[in-house]
């Protein structure tokens, strides 16, 4: 029901919610007075506006009043049939301007035929004389009339109605493609204006100085920022759904300083649904500067080895190991086990999943990979075809702090899975791993690599494939830079970042766990893949691009602070499929690490030992363990008093020293 106050009963939004209220009733009416117009205005042309025809009749009773009963009763029907009543004129279209012209076009062929009909069967002819320029005037007047109604409508509804909000935003829309005129159209309607349209940037030169619903193109997207500066402008929405994420970059780095808000539009499908709306346009994210091309997967392989089966996933609330819970859902699994030790995220996903996935099959499960009764119960009972081992300790300062407890998750919690997997005839295990695994400085590194140590062995000593995946940093996973960044933006500031040279990896969380799939469907067990992570990004561009992204400047408005590389971090990571210790696979950003062979017994002894001092060995002792039996892992000597150091470094705000950065050793085939 349409309510609105006494005080604004005459107000013209008012009227137009009492209009939209009435509408369906309202508009057959207004049809039908739109056809006897139209005739009218026909009849009165044809007779030269003169009140007689050539009989001496009044052409208005003699002619208009019969003939106009037919002609409501062919065009009601025919406008009808095509459902042009249930239009809303104030969205009205090019496509429903066709729909109309159709209508009209239809209904001038059945109005001469039922015309004719009449006529020659009635003596005098029942319309009496009537001019044959009637018939193309009316056809003329009917489409003019009804869509000249149908624009007024839109017009007003976008020019007059909007009210102008009380933070209007001045807008600069960065492509003048489908996309940006689409925002455009759909900024147009609104019924609170909320931006001033005040251009469009696009690079294509014969669209210079062209004019889009009335807004011109100032320029190209090299000029965004000096635009930017002439016209005040408060956000820029990036229109181009498919452009490189490094032109997108490009964009955001010309604009560093200038307290521009960006935004973008949504993805490339729901424009070309048509889908796009102004409430979907979203803010421009890291992701949408650090991402790449969508992954090419090859279903068919993934799916032979997921659909129908039963699926196990470890660390499935975690960042990674919901991903792929989503993922290989996608594959129609006969299955899908959950397994978590934080119950609150287990409880997330699987609600998701269930609104999802509403016919997935899943078997939720809270569980400690260390709790081997626990472990052995799941698999027994469940009997998992291919597993995918996410959960792990990844947290390099925090595990520095606690090796025993990498020691046990990390290395112990692998063994006590791929045992079990051994023991119950699992087809595939996949055990995701890390590239600070690779020459490795930190325990959380080095844990990883005594993890994949065993696993590999594994695949000679059963029938269970293992295959291990490593990559680099995940765009936004839990505990990763980015949503650090992101709360010390909201706080104010500082943003702290370790070094000025510090370079990581990224790749986004969906792209980490299609790769993750199509290795497992690679591997034919034993082997290491390495993911393409691309072109390594210095933190601390990424920490300027997320100021900037804020509207804010860099040193300006957020401080960033160089805290100190951290105890067991590297200045640069090492992961890349090119060069003499990796071979290349089928897929282009996949490749494979020419690992070398480890004695499995000296391996697991080395796992028992470290097992035995987990819980009562000091964190000296426990790293000089793990050197044993990874001897590129050299922990620092004076690791103990850095790390104590940084304790206090974090307690208090002290400006903070800055220790010779670790720098990674160069060979791959060793790590």
């Known amino acids: 029901m349409f309510e609105y106050s006494p005080s604004e009963t005459c107000s013209p939004r008012v009227i137009a919610g009492v209009i939209t209220h009435y509408a369906l009733p309202l508009r057959g009416v207004l049809y039908g007075g739109l056809f006897s117009l139209s005739l009218l205005a026909a009849l009165a042309l044809s007779f030269d506006f003169k009140l007689l025809d050539p009989d001496g009749e009044k052409w208005l009773s003699h002619q208009f009043l019969r003939v106009l009963p037919l002609t409501l009763a062919v065009k009601m029907l025919v406008f009808g049939l095509f459902g042009l009543y249930r239009n809303s004129w104030r969205y009205v279209g090019f496509r429903d301007l066709l729909q109309i012209i159709g209508a009209a076009y239809v209904s001038f062929f059945l109005f001469l035929l039922a015309f004719y009909g009449v006529q020659t069967h009635t003596t005098p002819p029942f319309f009496g004389t009537m001019p044959k320029a009637v018939f193309p005037l009316d056809l003329a007047g009917t489409i ?194 959950l397994v978590e030790q934080a119950e609150n995220n287990l409880f997330t996903i699987e609600q998701e999943l269930r609104e999802t996935f509403p016919a997935l099959t899943l078997g939720v499960h809270v569980a400690d990979v260390i709790d081997a009764e626990r472990v052995e119960r799941i698999f027994a009972t469940a009997k998992p075809t291919a597993v995918f081992h996410a959960a792990a300790h990844k947290h390099v300062p925090m595990m520095e702090r606690n090796p025993g407890e990498a020691v046990k998750n990390n290395i112990v919690g692998t063994r006590t899975l791929a045992d079990a997997a051994v023991r119950h005839g699992v087809e595939k295990f996949v055990m995701i791993s890390t590239d600070k695994a690779v020459n490795p400085t930190s325990v959380m590194g080095c844990t990883k690599r005594v993890a994949e140590m065993y696993v590999q062995q594994l695949t000679q000593r059963s029938d269970t494939q293992f295959v291990t995946v490593r990559f680099g940093n995940v765009l936004g996973s839990s505990g990763s830079v980015v949503p650090i960044f992101k709360e010390q933006i909201a706080q104010g500031g500082p943003v702290t970042v370790t070094h000025p040279e510090m370079t990581r990896y990224f790749m986004t969380i969906p792209e980490a766990s299609q790769l993750v799939l199509q290795a497992g469907a690679l591997g034919a067990g034993g082997e290491v893949f390495l993911l393409d992570m691309g072109e390594p990004v210095k933190i601390v561009d990424l920490a300027r691009d997320l100021i900037t992204l804020c509207g804010l400047t860099p040193e300006e408005d957020v401080e960033i602070r160089f805290t100190g590389v951290r105890p067991g971090e590297k200045l640069f990571e090492e992961l890349s499929i090119t060069g003499e210790d990796v071979q290349p696979t089928s897929h282009a950003k996949i490749g494979v690490w020419k690992n070398r062979p480890e004695d499995f017994e000296t391996v697991t002894q080395g796992i028992g030992e470290l097992l035995g001092m987990a819980d009562t060995a000091s964190a000296s002792t426990i790293r000089k363990r793990l050197s044993r039996l990874v001897p590129e892992y050299q922990p620092n000597e004076n690791g103990d008093a850095e790390r104590a150091a940084l304790d206090d470094r974090e307690q208090t705000d002290h400006t903070p020293h800055i220790p010779a950065p670790v720098r990674s050793k160069p060979n791959l085939g060793t790590g």
């Open 144 to 337: 003019g009339l009804v869509c000249a109604a149908a624009v007024v409508v839109r017009f007003y509804h976008e020019e007059y109605l909007p009210m102008r909000g009380t933070g209007v935003s001045r807008l600069l829309i960065v492509g003048a493609g489908d996309a940006g005129e689409a925002v455009l159209r759909e900024i147009q309607r609104m019924d609170v204006v909320l931006y001033e349209v005040i251009g469009y940037l696009d690079d294509d030169p014969r669209k210079l100085r062209a004019r889009i619903h009335g807004v011109e193109v100032l320029g190209a997207t090299s000029e965004v920022r000096e635009v930017c500066e002439r016209y005040a402008v408060d956000e820029v929405l990036i229109a181009m759904p498919s452009a490189p994420q490094r032109a997108v970059r490009a964009l955001v780095e010309r604009c560093h300083g200038t307290h521009i808000h960006f935004r973008t539009v949504p993805a490339l499908p729901d424009l070309i649904a048509g889908r796009v709306q102004v409430s979907q346009i979203r803010d421009v994210d890291i992701e949408d500067l650090l991402g790449r091309e969508a992954v090419t997967l090859d279903t068919d392989a993934i799916g032979a080895y997921l659909r129908d089966k039963v699926v196990l996933i470890t660390g499935a609330g975690g960042s990674i190991g919901a991903e792929m819970c989503r993922q290989i859902a996608r594959f129609e699994p006969a299955e899908l086990l």
